[in-house]
């Protein structure tokens, strides 16, 4: 089924996502948790987050499998695309529901879909955006016309509320109030559908030689379970210090390879961490004219959403003419990620 | 364009009971072939085929669905039988109600090419009835259809051997192209009731000894034979993209042809096949290289398989194709299903191009190196092909009949669904000023799911086969329940639940089964007589639909004190429908009031208070309700409205154009506003006769509200009221001071009647054209008319709502509705039901059901969709249509089609054997299965049963002479279970008995009971329709 000629363009058709359950908002939060809600306010700025678990009883009410798998349909159904269509699923996650099957399995289940190639990948935050790059590789190979990239993520896995919390170290206690629930999703195509906006290039690159992880989201296996590690652990110095560096980099790359100047961007989608860190970030890659698609204070960190969460609310937004570049930094081995859009 | 789409599909094959297992038993290449299954034959006894490809329940008839006598049942072909439900079934899976279908000219064209229930059962000539001439005959198969569903276009049986239902899907396809029928069920069926077919392919030398046919392998040694049914709707593909029906495929040409002398009557033509398959595709307009697969007849004979593929060789050997063509069989699967074997040929190939998948063929792995496949341009499925989406995909299907009738069939993937866009920029821009985004659910703000079936028990079985497909995968609740509402009504006995998505549906379905009683669930089994229908130990009736008594919705519109800021506002965002009404009313109060009042509720405004907006946001909000509810199709029978909520009463009663009650609510509150301040009023826990020398104390005190024997408002001047409060006859007396801003209908609105009768006089205000009990009068109004002079008088005078609501109760009204922003009216017309202790009353098992679209703040459109899921349960047609979001246009969904009994099943005994042993029908009934246990069904038996469905009272059993005659000699009549049988049971409608039967029964009932003497039957036919009928005739007869 290989085509030979010039390689198709990959266009976004449409994105959609799946947010669990009513906002949860800093005073209930820190009801929850025991903490305090203004360091919340101040030190984070995440205004309010949702969580696939109940707070109250504990019990999970959405698997990562059914946000993404919603998340995928809304993205259908806003450009209304048959599932049909849907040739290949591509997930990005750092919190699968299990090791196996994987995820993307359970997802293309729900979705009803069968006999089409499916890829998981297992990354943090550049995750929405590898699986962005792999989508458009199918595509462009001319192989496959229509796909679904997906991005998800269940931190609440590691929200332990039966811990106490008050004696707590902020860097400790920052993660129980960085992180949120969701999925989020995009239909690519190498026709556009009604409206044109072309995938103009994708960046995924690794730049960890010899660093230290910025991040590290640990598992236990029944040999090694009951071991005093910790699960989450999370170097919010080097973090700090580093992303906004590395944002920058990746802005100026992507604009370079593409010929474009600062002054050409109508949209800029900055890196998500958290209300505050991304307005620091924002402020440091200096495109004011660009107009800001952020939503972390929202929705809170829930990984590989973000993205694709960023990508529905600029869809709304974009017209004829424009160009938005988005950027993210996974912080675990340093992940370089961005991808450049142009509505034709 | 001489297409013609396939909407509908149901089938049952060997290892599969519909067209989603047959769908997986070809995706995971399954074999649904196995031994010879009693009571079939033994083997062992007959010689031939020891295994084979058999249906599961062949036996099972839901004869009560149908209407058809037990008697008639058991002497019916299977083949009719499961022809019937299927055709059934593949009706519903094209999203049409079948009893929609009723006089249209739907055609009916079955393949079929035995009839072994006639060599069983024709034999026996002592044993012949007149049932027996129905239940046999390759017509009836087809013309049963067409009886049952009422369908009037052409109607035929074909039989051309193996090719019979491919040619008559191209019989069906001519049909619809030459307009003899709009619309087509064509299928066909194959039960192998007797050993003697495959004797003869033994003799014949194409039997498989393993009784598997494996097409195109290299193990391919002969025929093994199967069962099967199938159907297929069908349709102009212009008709049905107008219609907006799902597609599976479209048929795009077909071609039969003859080999005429061949090389001996059974031999297979290559010349003959290459004709047939080069004209399907002329037809279709597709030269062969562009079809993509090929669903082959492949009957896995050496010969049959070679030939085959010769013919196919010669279009496709050295043609320019990427590929060569794909080829498979589906007689790998479920053996050569004969009469059947095109339309599961035709069935495969439909749900291929919709899954865009093509499963493997079955022992194709070690393909026939004879055929030499690959230079004929051809290669077999050895793994399922996943097929290019977003363009066009030909597939051919061959059928090939043993005496030369070849057919070939040219089909297409469906065209794609006109893509919608982006849904969210094709948004309507917003008008309501409030930026609000579009209502997301239906209509009415949330989906209502319905099922209806024609007995408690099947509706039971319906509610918990639906609750187990919609659980199983999540889908958008919008197009399930368009569908519902589309395809699942027509039946006695309705269920209709609320829901937010797909996994509540589910277990809000089961609930609803929870709920019921069905009959016999509880029966303990007894052993079955062998040749007698068996009698089950049920308590109630399964023969008879639901007694239902047309629902009396009494409307009753809130006055003021109910208002409250934001009331109606969630409402107003999730349903388009109250969206649009109150809309309408802010349109027609605006030039009166000046500001939107929609704006005012949405926004929570508390001016909401002050009795100039109280009084028009009010009327807005109990108009709106009630328009939003007519425009689905509820009338109210009897209306009130408490004070102000008379005035949209009035519209509703078509006694006051909106416009002008928009005008006088608005001129009426602003009146009142500019009154001085100063005034109050007193909710006294006494009646108003004990009151009365009080207030006439007081000429700046009157009596404001009668609402009840021990509820009075009375109202006026502050400092007067005080005093009534202080006085030492109400010592111990129950006060409240309500917080209003004026003493309405109380002396002190005098100064403002003057300046409102000047304004209601260029209103010209009607006679109410539905009963209106009015509140001014205290009883419904004969004649009066709704004037300048009514509304004035309204603004002084006490508002009468005991008297108007005892009245309004006497007309027994079945659910009171109340159309505020809170249950007010409702709450206090229970407590006058509860004072009329009215000896008769004590009968009714429950007083009106009160309803409340819109209960509190929070209701967003689950209240609103209850209300009509409730009247609808009650027996309200509701106009689905309207109820659907009007800017959304959601493709219905298509869902699992109706679920038969299981529990009667009929067959021949004996079975065939080498000695002469006659053979007999029997009847068998099995007791029912008591349902899967669910932890809802538990909770049944204490909880009051939520409303999600209907439930009546059934008549007991017979206890006197006349009636134990009537039940016996009807139940012996028509093969009944007399235990079945109700009052209530009709002769025709429900047990299906003709007017000769109805004869026979007057003379068994004459000869049994002598006192009766000559019944005249021409009189008695058309008045009498139930056995209660009959049985009170009887007994009068006796009596005199």
Redesign the interface.
Known sequence: ?TTPGPVPSVHVR?AGSALPGEPVDNTALAAALGVNEEWIDVFIGTRTRHFARDLTSGDIRWTLA?LC??AA?NAL??????P????FLVLGTATPDHLMPATVNQVA??L?L???PTYQLQSGCAGAVQALSVAQYLIGSGEF??GLAIGGDVCTKHLDLRRDLSEAAPGDLVNCVLFGDGAGAAVLSS?P???AVALRRVLNRCTGLGREPGQIIDWFGLADRDEPRQALIEDYKAIEESVPTMAVEILWELLDSLGWAAGDLDFLLPPQLSGRMTRLITEQLGVPEAREISCVADTGNNGNALPFLQLERL??EMTSGQKALAVAVESSKWIKAGFALEHL | MNAVAVTGIDCRFPGAQDPGAFWELLMRSGDGTGPVPPPRWDPSLTGGPTEGGFLADADAFDHEFFRIPPRDAAAMDPQQRLMLQCAWRAVEDSGVAPGRLAGSPTGVFVGVMGSEWAQLTLTDLPGITAQIGSGNGYCMIANRISYHLDLRGPCMAVDTACSSSLVAVHLAVNALLTEECDRAIAGGVNLALSPALGLFYEKAGLAAPDGRCKPFSAGADGIGRGEGVGAVVLRRLADALADGDPVYAVIRGTAVNQDGRSNGITAPSRWSQQEVLATACRRAGADPHEVSFLEAHGTGTALGDMIETRALGHLHADRPRPRPLALGSVKGNLGHTEGAAGIAGLIKTCLSLHHRTVPVSRYAARENPQLRLAEQGLRLLKAPLRLPSGEPVLAGLSSFGMGGTNAHAVLESAPGRAVAGTRRAATPPDRSGVGLPEPSGSGLGAEVFVLTAPTERALHRNLMAQADAIGRRRTPIGPLCRASQRVKTGHGWRGAVVAGDSAELAGRLREAAGALRPTGLNASARPTAPTHPTRSTSPTSTLSSPTTEPPLTAWLFTGQGAQYPGMGARLYRESALFRRHLDGVDTALLPHTGRSIRDLLLTGDPAVHRTGWAQPALFAVGHALGATLTEVGVRPALLLGHSVGEFAAAVHAGALPLEDAARLVAVRGSLMEQLPDGGGMLAVHASADRLRDLVEREPLVGFAALNGPRSTVISGDLAALERIAESRELDGVRLRRLEVSHAFHSPLMRPALEAFRRVAEQVAGGTPRLPFHSTLRGKRLESEQLDASYWTEHIEAPVLFADAAAQLLDERPTHLLELGPRPVLTALARRLDDRSADPEALGRSTGPVALHPLPDPESDGRALAETVAALYRAGIDIDWTAAAHPARDDTPARLTPYAFATDSRFWHTGGPTRTTAPGALVAVREEPRAPQSDPSSTDAATATPPAAVTTTATTPPPQDPVATAVYETVAALGGYDPTALSHDSRFHDDLGLDSVALVELKERLTERLPAVGALPVQELLPRLTSLGELIGYLRQETSV
């Open positions: 089924m449409s059914d798998a919603d349909a159904e806003n450009s209304g695309t048959d049909a269509e849907v040739e289940d729900q009803g069968d006999q089409l016309t229509t026709r559908g009604d409206r869809l709304q």
